[in-house]
């Protein structure tokens, strides 16, 4: 009886003996699979993490680019192909797994392309579309830099590639813009000013520089910033003396305290609009439901601000287009209705009132603090390029 016990028992320890090494086969296959999965998986991540920043710094390069552009006055197809050019430029001095990533060209400006140029209506919408219909309107672009079989080619993988897998195709995405139409303006979340001017100039005036119907007296250098005598192709008018129709007052505004004094004034010029200045307005100056905002008027420009005035003569700052403005003096009360960007060409507060100027030109300005519109209630204002998506 226990000799036939034996062989069972001994061919039992061989069965477990070989189903050990089968298990531990196993289990060398499985952590060999683990370990591959885990060096691939940790490769790809990183890749997609260094594709997502190059996509990040492409948008916003090609967005400035486009968007200095078409605040100067370029053409916006001249400036969407140049932004188009920066978007690869940056996309292309980054590495992405050893690779410096090209980008599909895309001139026609397809949605469904690499680099995409659009406009954002509404900043405010919880979701937003890029519409290309139409390039005067653009404010934003989209870039997509991708490592796949067609473009870049496909992020390698290592170990995966005893199992058939050679590689996996990636791509990130990043959309930036700016805001070109600005209803008002709140305190920048850097807690600086806003350059923000107190005076108006009626509408009128204001259509009539852009439609042409003005002086070209001055130049400004955008090189060195010096204003000179002789014309540089871009209108002036004169901001004060003006007829404003109201009696005492010549188009300086209260933004702020209703009893800004002239050191208030010689402030908000040099140093702009503060947060106090801001609170005076429940923080921030923007227009109503019907796009128009009261200000309080004041007594009007004096010559005690001549010297703050020639100080930033050539720098770039804004002011309020009124439409209307009722009463005399600080009892003048101001219908504004858009904000405009300018810099000051010329200064004279002495002399006969015939002869006192302030001369301004249409100058674009970038403004922290904006608060964006869906309609045009700004011109040559325009908010820094930031990533929206």
């Not at 920048?188 to 107190?198: H, I, K, R, T």
Request: with cysteine; charged share 20%; net charge negative.
């Amino acid at each position: 009886m226990n000799t036939r016990i034996r062989p069972r028992t001994q061919a039992s320890a061989t069965e477990r003996r070989g189903t050990i090494t089968v298990l531990a086969a196993v289990m060398t296959i499985v952590m060999l699979g683990m370990v591959a999965f885990s060096v691939d998986l940790g490769y790809v991540l990183s890749n997609k993490q260094e594709l997502q920043r190059t996509a990040d710094a492409a948008a916003m390069a090609a967005c400035w680019e486009f968007g200095r552009e078409v605040a100067n006055g370029a053409n916006p197809y001249t400036a969407v192909s140049d932004g188009r050019g920066e978007a690869a430029t940056y996309a292309n001095v980054n590495t992405i797994g050893g690779v410096n990533p090209a980008l599909a060209e895309n001139s026609c400006n397809h949605v469904s392309g690499d680099v995409v140029f659009g406009e954002i209506a509404d900043y405010d919408a919880s979701q937003f579309s890029l519409s290309t219909a139409n390039y005067n309107k653009f404010n934003a672009v989209t870039v997509k830099v991708r490592r796949d079989s067609s473009l870049n080619g496909e992020v390698p993988f290592f170990f995966a590639k005893i199992f058939g897998r050679t590689g996996q195709g990636l791509e990130a995405e990043a959309t930036a813009g700016f805001s070109r139409k600005v209803k008002g303006f709140t305190t920048p979340g850097s807690g600086g000013n806003v350059d923000l001017l107190p005076y108006a100039l009626d509408e009128d005036t204001w259509n009539d520089l852009l439609a042409g119907c003005a002086d070209d007296d001055w130049t400004y250098n955008a090189a060195t910033g010096a204003v000179t005598c002789g014309s540089d192709g871009v209108l002036e008018v004169n901001l004060f003396p003006q007829g404003t129709g109201s009696p005492g007052n010549r188009g300086t505004v209260d933004i702020g305290s209703a009893n800004n004094s002239t050191a208030d004034i010689a402030r908000q010029i040099v140093y702009g609009v503060s947060e106090e200045d801001l609170a005076y307005h429940g923080g921030s100056v923007v227009f109503d439901g019907c796009g128009e905002l009261e200000l309080n008027g004041d007594t009007g420009i004096s010559a005690g601000v001549k010297d703050e005035l020639a100080s930033i003569i050539g720098q770039p700052r804004m002011i309020p287009i009124f439409s209307q403005v009722v009463g005399p003096g600080n009892n003048a009360q101001y219908t504004i209705v858009k904000w405009a960007g300018i810099r000051i060409m010329e200064v004279k507060l002495t002399g006969p009132m015939k002869q006192k100027r302030v001369i301004v030109q249409p100058a674009p300005m970038v403004v922290e603090g904006v608060i964006p519109s869906t309609t045009d209630t700004s011109d040559y204002v325009y908010s820094p390029v930031v990533l929206v998506k």
